[in-house]
Protein backbone atom coordinates (compact mmCIF):
# COMPACT_ATOMS: atom_id res chain seq x y z
CA UNK A 1 0.00 0.00 0.00
CA UNK A 2 3.12 2.50 0.82
CA UNK A 3 4.00 1.93 -2.62
CA UNK A 4 1.01 2.62 -4.13
CA UNK A 5 0.76 6.07 -2.01
CA UNK A 6 4.25 6.84 -3.55
CA UNK A 7 2.82 5.96 -7.04
CA UNK A 8 0.35 8.44 -6.19
CA UNK A 9 1.86 12.16 -6.35
CA UNK A 10 4.47 10.92 -9.26
CA UNK A 11 1.96 9.43 -11.79
CA UNK A 12 -1.03 10.18 -13.47
CA UNK A 13 -4.85 7.75 -12.73
CA UNK A 14 -3.98 5.28 -15.92
CA UNK A 15 -0.58 4.56 -14.81
CA UNK A 16 -1.69 4.39 -11.63
CA UNK A 17 -4.43 1.77 -12.30
CA UNK A 18 -1.76 -0.02 -14.22
CA UNK A 19 0.61 -0.30 -11.32
CA UNK A 20 -2.73 -1.62 -9.18
CA UNK A 21 -3.17 -4.30 -11.16
CA UNK A 22 -0.04 -5.68 -11.31
CA UNK A 23 0.57 -5.83 -8.03
CA UNK A 24 -3.20 -7.07 -7.93
CA UNK A 25 -1.30 -9.90 -10.28
CA UNK A 26 1.90 -10.55 -8.42
CA UNK A 27 -0.37 -11.05 -4.87
CA UNK A 28 -2.74 -13.63 -6.84
CA UNK A 29 -0.13 -15.15 -8.83
CA UNK A 30 2.36 -15.60 -5.16
CA UNK A 31 -1.12 -17.46 -3.53
CA UNK A 32 -1.42 -19.84 -6.50
CA UNK A 33 -4.46 -18.54 -8.35
CA UNK A 34 -5.79 -20.12 -11.47
CA UNK A 35 -6.10 -17.54 -14.06
CA UNK A 36 -7.23 -19.90 -16.39
CA UNK A 37 -11.17 -19.69 -16.20
CA UNK A 38 -13.22 -20.96 -19.01
CA UNK A 39 -15.90 -18.70 -20.17
CA UNK A 40 -19.22 -20.29 -20.78
CA UNK A 41 -19.77 -18.46 -24.14
CA UNK A 42 -18.14 -21.00 -26.51
CA UNK A 43 -20.96 -23.27 -25.58
CA UNK A 44 -23.48 -20.65 -27.20
CA UNK A 45 -21.41 -20.63 -30.65
CA UNK A 46 -21.11 -24.12 -30.19
CA UNK A 47 -24.02 -25.13 -29.85
CA UNK A 48 -25.89 -22.23 -31.58
CA UNK A 49 -26.58 -23.79 -35.32
CA UNK A 50 -27.63 -27.16 -33.52
CA UNK A 51 -30.05 -26.14 -31.26
CA UNK A 52 -33.37 -26.87 -33.97
CA UNK A 53 -33.74 -25.70 -36.84
CA UNK A 54 -37.55 -24.71 -35.72
CA UNK A 55 -36.32 -21.90 -33.65
CA UNK A 56 -34.95 -17.89 -34.08
CA UNK A 57 -31.66 -19.59 -32.91
CA UNK A 58 -30.25 -15.55 -33.03
CA UNK A 59 -33.19 -14.65 -30.85
CA UNK A 60 -32.51 -17.42 -28.07
CA UNK A 61 -28.76 -17.30 -28.50
CA UNK A 62 -29.37 -13.31 -27.35
CA UNK A 63 -31.85 -14.66 -24.39
CA UNK A 64 -29.49 -17.42 -23.70
CA UNK A 65 -26.03 -14.43 -23.72
CA UNK A 66 -27.83 -12.12 -21.41
CA UNK A 67 -28.76 -15.33 -18.89
CA UNK A 68 -25.09 -16.02 -19.36
CA UNK A 69 -23.98 -12.52 -18.08
CA UNK A 70 -26.51 -12.14 -15.16
CA UNK A 71 -24.69 -15.57 -13.97
CA UNK A 72 -21.47 -13.04 -13.75
CA UNK A 73 -23.36 -11.65 -10.21
CA UNK A 74 -22.60 -14.53 -8.80
CA UNK A 75 -19.24 -16.82 -8.09
CA UNK A 76 -20.55 -20.20 -10.39
CA UNK A 77 -17.27 -20.13 -11.98
CA UNK A 78 -15.89 -21.23 -8.72
CA UNK A 79 -17.93 -24.24 -7.88
CA UNK A 80 -19.53 -25.32 -11.22
CA UNK A 81 -17.53 -25.87 -14.81
CA UNK A 82 -18.20 -23.53 -17.96
CA UNK A 83 -19.94 -26.43 -19.39
CA UNK A 84 -22.34 -26.16 -16.47
CA UNK A 85 -23.30 -23.23 -16.35
CA UNK A 86 -23.68 -22.56 -19.91
CA UNK A 87 -26.09 -25.71 -19.93
CA UNK A 88 -28.21 -23.92 -16.89
CA UNK A 89 -28.51 -21.01 -18.70
CA UNK A 90 -29.40 -22.76 -21.50
CA UNK A 91 -32.39 -24.65 -19.49
CA UNK A 92 -33.48 -21.42 -17.75
CA UNK A 93 -33.94 -19.86 -21.67
CA UNK A 94 -35.90 -22.70 -22.26
CA UNK A 95 -38.51 -21.69 -19.39
CA UNK A 96 -38.34 -18.25 -20.13
CA UNK A 97 -39.37 -18.89 -23.37
CA UNK A 98 -41.22 -22.16 -23.10
CA UNK A 99 -39.49 -24.34 -25.60
CA UNK A 100 -40.06 -28.46 -25.93
CA UNK A 101 -36.44 -28.67 -26.38
CA UNK A 102 -35.03 -32.38 -24.41
CA UNK A 103 -31.80 -30.35 -22.96
CA UNK A 104 -30.64 -34.55 -22.30
CA UNK A 105 -30.52 -35.02 -26.17
CA UNK A 106 -28.94 -31.56 -26.74
CA UNK A 107 -26.31 -32.97 -23.97
CA UNK A 108 -26.18 -36.30 -25.35
CA UNK A 109 -25.82 -35.46 -28.79
CA UNK A 110 -22.62 -32.84 -28.35
CA UNK A 111 -20.89 -34.35 -25.89
CA UNK A 112 -21.00 -32.17 -23.50
CA UNK A 113 -19.60 -33.50 -20.23
CA UNK A 114 -21.45 -31.90 -17.61
CA UNK A 115 -23.15 -33.49 -14.45
CA UNK A 116 -27.27 -33.45 -14.09
CA UNK A 117 -27.64 -32.83 -10.69
CA UNK A 118 -24.98 -29.80 -10.99
CA UNK A 119 -26.72 -28.73 -13.42
CA UNK A 120 -30.23 -28.72 -11.66
CA UNK A 121 -28.08 -27.16 -8.40
CA UNK A 122 -26.74 -24.27 -10.76
CA UNK A 123 -30.29 -23.76 -12.23
CA UNK A 124 -31.72 -23.54 -8.96
CA UNK A 125 -28.80 -21.25 -7.82
CA UNK A 126 -29.50 -18.99 -10.91
CA UNK A 127 -32.85 -18.81 -10.09
CA UNK A 128 -33.42 -17.93 -6.64
CA UNK A 129 -30.23 -15.72 -6.01
CA UNK A 130 -30.69 -13.31 -9.53
CA UNK A 131 -34.21 -14.22 -10.51
CA UNK A 132 -35.75 -14.44 -7.19
CA UNK A 133 -37.80 -17.01 -8.16
CA UNK A 134 -38.12 -21.27 -7.58
CA UNK A 135 -37.38 -23.28 -10.67
CA UNK A 136 -41.43 -24.63 -11.13
CA UNK A 137 -42.20 -27.68 -9.69
CA UNK A 138 -43.11 -29.18 -13.18
CA UNK A 139 -39.57 -28.24 -14.45
CA UNK A 140 -38.38 -30.12 -11.07
CA UNK A 141 -40.58 -33.07 -11.87
CA UNK A 142 -39.30 -33.30 -14.88
CA UNK A 143 -35.84 -33.12 -14.72
CA UNK A 144 -36.21 -35.93 -11.83
CA UNK A 145 -37.52 -38.14 -14.57
CA UNK A 146 -34.82 -36.86 -16.69
CA UNK A 147 -31.96 -37.89 -14.37
CA UNK A 148 -33.28 -41.35 -13.49
CA UNK A 149 -33.75 -42.16 -17.66
CA UNK A 150 -29.70 -40.20 -17.33
CA UNK A 151 -28.83 -42.26 -14.34
CA UNK A 152 -30.44 -45.83 -15.70
CA UNK A 153 -28.68 -45.40 -19.04
CA UNK A 154 -25.40 -45.20 -17.67
CA UNK A 155 -26.15 -47.74 -15.39
CA UNK A 156 -26.61 -50.21 -18.25
Known amino acids: ISKICELKTSVDKSQLKNKILQFEFSVLSSCGFDFSIELPYKWIKRLKNKITQNLNTNQFATLWM ?40 V ?34 ENYSKEVNRYHTEISI
Open 66 to 105: YILNDTFTLPLCLRFTSATIAMASFVIAIEKIKLSIDVLN
Open 107 to 140: IEENKIEVSISEMKQCVYLINKYIYNKQSDIEIK
